[in-house]
């Protein structure tokens, strides 16, 4: 029985698994190849894919607004590449600049959304068109047209930036980031036993401080254990030599990665988190009990916004060019769809949803192609196929989310009221 | 001063300032010195070809499941039943006219599955519209890519084996309806072909509005509770909002195809939703009201504007596309105007 329970539960991330495996399995390519891309694009998107969590549990639904968090944190990378920064120094200002400019956006979005209450998900999904349009325009037409700025990176008439912007300047400055002498990219078993150790030493601070060592910290612990032994034994065998080869952890980003997570999950528990769960769970009730609800819901989309800013200056920093002008432009779909594999849904999402999400659906992208190539011959055939599963995932999950809420909405007798309004459609 | 004001807000600020847009680029292309005729010429035939997706967007307002994102169904499916024309190399009338009769029949059944889907999603249908309307595009771009067509101005010229992103219908049925009873005044020519398709369509829909189906469809929007004591069957009557709906995408694409010269597949209809979106707001339709005048009005002003802008744009920015990034902001903060008008609960 309670297996039954937690398959139907975990139904969706469970599915995609099997499709992941049979796609590794068609495509044919060593295990370690796959793992050491998915690896890449894992540090490229988990934090964008974090940056969505906040506003569902303040019953914003899935922020696709975070598009235009993705925007500034572009922005910034333009910006610091003008001014001819590099390294570290260029991505801490590119992190300042996209900072201001989304907790501005974010703001603007938030009032917005707090105008078209209960069609949160569509506007912000229109808000990421629009503020595309405003992207370009003043990347096309202000910068060189009424700006005048001489650089490499600027088009051959003088106005525009170019479509690509190449990021040596700058690429892996925060992957190869070394602390002490230590960290940078470091082979895949390294990674584990450093993250063993530091998530056991964190557990072990957190239980002192708390004089509590009860049976989910002696599980935990052990887990680590069994980590760090497996992985001593690992890295010294034959076969495990190309996987040691080609699949490096950037610990920096993964240690940046988890300080966010411990940071949404730290705020979460704060008085202004409260007031967003409350507000997600019902905005009536809230509002009687006092909590000022437009405000928080913009606290919340301004959050959203910075995270997503960050995300994707920490995706470039990876890839090391800027598609400037269509980057951004999916990033909201994908990452929607990258959550609601990990089992989340509009209501409810957290970081396990997030990180299970962003392996599975970039496992999927990775392998694909490589599956339809070998199968068809053609690797278009995958690249459809992926966007399928993409745009199909979220229209699933939205109705589902739709047939839920319309039910329990009965249940609870609160469908009387409901349907005594004409039916709001848009 | 209080009339001006009303009359004003009767009149709508968004289409003022569209307009006032048109007025300052037609002036721009005058000082710039470019060719008048050549520009209404180009503007009447753009209306003409957009119109008919505008007003795909009318019976789902009217049957309360607002604007039909997922209107790209409708496009494939007339993507697919002018493709079959061409595949068997029908020509002129013959053609475009069995095309439009293969796009009405597939158009049905997608659109009958669609609304049978967006039924169960009442108050979210924009939202859930777009998604599964990508995801038929996306679909669709593995069935052409496997498609058993044959003719070789469909399918790539190598391999033998696939459809082809743009397919010419020039050797088909290029501007059937463009150059029927073509003429010119002074230099601009005027395609009266088109206009007469375009507005006899718009006439069936406006007495099928005017029918007795058509006034179910309008209270099942206006009032669903209503409707539902007056024994209206409701989701009766969405599915036939909503197949309508995707049977004049898939009508207007055909339309558009013919005077374009070009069909666009596999990822091409999946921005073509929000033009026409934009068109039918504009033209002064809300959530509660439309009519067919909203769709007519909107369309001329906003392909008007587009096609007017394009040129003078490239004068001013050579080698860019501002009149691209024109038509996102001003589709885009149409929409997004209209959804703040909607409304959501106040508190």
């Known amino acids: 029985m309670k297996i039954k329970r937690f398959l139907m539960s975990n139904a969706v991330p469970i599915l995609f698994a099997f499709l992941c495996i049979a796609g590794i399995r068609l495509s044919g390519t060593p295990i370690a190849t796959i793992l050491s891309d998915v690896v890449n694009r894992f540090d490229r998107n988990i934090l964008l894919v974090l940056s969505l969590i906040i506003p569902v549990t303040c019953g914003l639904g899935m922020n696709f607004g975070i598009v235009l968090g993705a925007m500034c944190g572009q922005m910034g990378l333009v910006f610091v590449t003008l001014m001819n920064l590099t390294g570290m120094t260029a991505i801490l200002a590119a992190a300042l600049i996209g900072l201001v400019t ?325 | 001063m209080s009339v001006v004001r009303r009359k004003i807000r009767e009149f709508g600020m968004p289409r003022i300032i569209i307009i006032a847009f048109i007025l300052l680029i037609l002036v721009g292309a005058l000082l710039e010195g470019q060719d008048m005729a050549t520009l209404i010429s180009d503007s009447l035939v753009r209306v003409g070809q957009n119109m008919l997706m505008a007003l795909a967007m009318l019976p789902t307002i009217l049957v309360g499941a607002g604007l039909n994102m997922g209107i790209a169904i409708g496009i494939v499916s007339g993507i697919l039943g002018g493709l079959i024309s061409v595949e068997l190399g029908l020509v002129g009338w013959g053609g475009l006219m069995f095309g439009i009769l293969l796009a009405i029949c597939a158009g049905t059944v997608g659109g009958f599955i669609y609304s049978l889907l967006l039924n169960r999603v009442r108050g979210s249908e924009m939202l859930i519209g777009n998604y599964l309307g990508s995801t038929v595009v996306y679909l669709m771009c593995m069935f052409w890519f496997a498609a058993p067509f044959k003719n070789p101005t469909i399918i790539w010229p190598m391999g033998g084996k696939g459809v082809r992103t743009t397919i010419p219908v020039s050797d088909f049925f290029e501007k059937v309806l463009n150059r029927f009873l073509m003429f010119k005044i002074g230099r601009v020519t005027i395609p009266t072909g088109l206009f007469l398709f375009v507005f006899l369509v718009c006439f069936l829909v406006y007495l099928f509005t005017k029918s007795r189906t058509g006034m179910i469809l309008r209270t099942v929007g206006n009032n669903p509770s209503y409707a539902a004591m007056s024994g ?37 209809p999946l921005t073509m939703a929000f033009t026409p979106m934009a068109a039918i707001l504009l033209g002064g339709a809300t959530m509660k009201n439309v009519k067919i005048r909203h769709a007519v009005i909107g369309t001329f002003l906003i392909q008007t504007l587009l096609t007017t802008a394009l040129p003078v744009c490239n004068q001013l920015f050579p080698e860019s596309n501002l009149s691209e990034v024109f038509r996102i902001i001003i589709s885009n903060g149409i929409i997004l105007y209209a959804l703040t008008q909607a409304g959501g609960d106040r508190r």
């Not at chain 1, 030493?201 to 509590?212: D, E, G, P, Q, W």
């Not at chain 2, 049977?247 to 091409?268: K, R």
Request: a positive charge.
């Open chain 2, 232 to 268: 209206i069957h409701i989701n009766k009557a969405r599915i036939i909002g909503i197949t309508l709906s995707t049977v004049l995408a898939a009508i207007g694409i055909n339309v558009y195809a013919q005077s374009y010269g070009f069909y666009q597949t596999y990822e091409g």
């Open chain 1, 102 to 426: 989304a907790v501005i956006c974010g703001i603007l979005a938030g009032k917005l959304l707090n105008r078209t209450k209960g069609q949160e998900m569509i506007t912000s999904m229109i808000v990421g068109y629009f503020s595309n349009g405003i992207y370009q325009f003043i990347f096309l037409f202000l910068i060189g047209g009424v700006i005048h700025i001489s650089h490499k990176i600027i088009l051959s008439g003088g106005v525009g930036i170019k479509n690509t912007i190449d990021l040596s300047h700058l690429q892996y400055s925060l992957d190869n980031l070394k602390i002490f002498g230590l960290g940078g990219k470091v082979d895949v078993f390294t990674g584990i036993i450093f993250f063993a150790v530091f998530f056991a030493a964190c557990m072990t601070i957190s239980a002192l401080r708390n004089r509590k060592f009860d049976r989910n910290y002696i599980i935990r612990t052990a887990i680590c254990a069994v980590f760090v032994v497996a992985s001593l034994i690992m890295t010294g065998q034959e076969r495990f030599m190309m996987a040691k080869m080609l699949i490096r952890i950037p610990i920096p980003s993964f240690l940046l990665v988890t300080f966010f997570c411990w940071l949404i999950t730290w705020f979460m528990k704060t008085k202004l988190g409260q007031d967003m769960r409350a507000i997600g769970h019902d905005r009536d009730v809230a509002l009687a009990s006092g909590i000022k609800v437009d405000q928080t819901r913009i606290i919340a989309v301004v959050i959203s916004t910075v995270l997503a800013a960050w995300g994707q200056i920490m995706f470039y920093q990876n890839l090391g060019t800027v598609d400037a002008y269509y980057g951004h432009e999916k990033v909201g779909t994908f990452c929607v769809a990258a959550i609601l594999i990990g089992g989340a849904s509009v209501k409810k999402a957290n970081i396990g949803h997030a990180i299970l999400g962003t392996i599975l659906f970039h496992l999927l992208y990775n392998v694909s192609p490589l599956a339809s190539q070998k199968l068809f011959n053609d690797s278009m055939v995958g690249g459809y196929f992926r966007m399928t599963i993409c745009y199909g995932v979220i229209a699933v999950a939205l109705m589902l989310h739709v047939w839920e809420s319309r039910n329990s909405g009965l249940k609870e007798k609160r469908g009387e009221k409901k349907s005594g309004k004409p039916a709001k459609a848009l």
